[in-house]
């Protein structure tokens, strides 16, 4: 069975993520802080007839991050995908959204550590098996201010565009080795009657953005596709 990572896994995308995935005969390891989410998901996709396993591990401790996806090779034999998505919907400490003019690099950094740098370790720890199979597709996922920034969102917007442009960069040098990098930006709120959403912002719901991930799997000459409502 081909594996799929999902690092940031929760009940909404990466639920459907692994559903779409999981529905084709991937297996799936669930990767995020908590393991008791994370059992809850493992225990939801099993009544679906779908194989998952958690593997708890701090994004921002690239260490931890690094020996869960160890553990995840180890446990499936391999990954064949990764999916990078995680998104703080509780508070995660050192993360505070500022506006352009207030950035600072105090508020710059943690974005950056969570939002960039998580990606780059998670890469480095599938990358290298991946290019010696000739096969793999990395997908690394962003809100649509990465490419259409918004004031509110002006140090998270600068650290998901550093990921943008590294991801379809990272696509660029991989062409011909068989391994596949693609970013996908969001740029919807995610659910239904989001109740902090700015008034007339487009939503859609997780299972209406998650074939998103198959067909950029699917479609290798991809390097990037935007959700829009």
Not at 104 to 112: F, H, S
Not at 121 to 130: E, I, K, R, S, Y
Not at 181 to 188: C, D, L, R, T
């Amino acid at each position: 069975m081909p594996t799929l990572a999902i690092v940031g896994a929760g009940p909404g995308m990466g639920l459907a993520i692994a559903r779409t995935f999981g529905s084709r005969g991937f297996d799936v390891a669930l990767i995020a802080r908590t393991k008791e989410k994370l059992e809850t998901l493992v225990d939801q996709l099993g009544q679906e007839g779908i194989t998952a396993a958690a593997f708890p591990a701090d994004i921002l401790d690239r260490a931890s991050l690094t020996d869960a996806l160890d553990a995840a090779k180890a446990h499936f034999g391999g990954i064949d995908v990764l999916e990078y998505s995680p998104a703080p919907h509780s508070p995660v400490p050192g993360l505070t959204m500022a506006a352009p003019s207030q950035v600072t690099v105090d508020n710059l950094q943690p974005m950056i550590e969570y939002g960039f740098y998580g990606a780059v370790t998670a890469a480095q720890a599938v990358l290298p098996a991946m290019r010696e199979a000739g096969a793999g597709t990395l997908l690394f996922t962003t809100g649509g201010g990465s490419v259409d920034p918004v004031p509110m969102l002006g140090n998270a917007n600068a650290a998901q565009a550093a990921l943008r442009n590294w991801a379809i960069n990272l696509n660029k040098e991989l062409a011909g080795t068989g391994v596949h990098a693609a970013h996908v930006a969001i740029n919807v709120w995610i659910g239904e009657g989001v109740v902090d959403a700015p008034e007339g912002s487009p939503t859609a719901t997780p299972e209406q953005i998650a074939p998103l991930y198959w067909d950029l799997h699917e479609n290798r000459d991809r390097s990037e596709a935007v959700f829009n409502a």
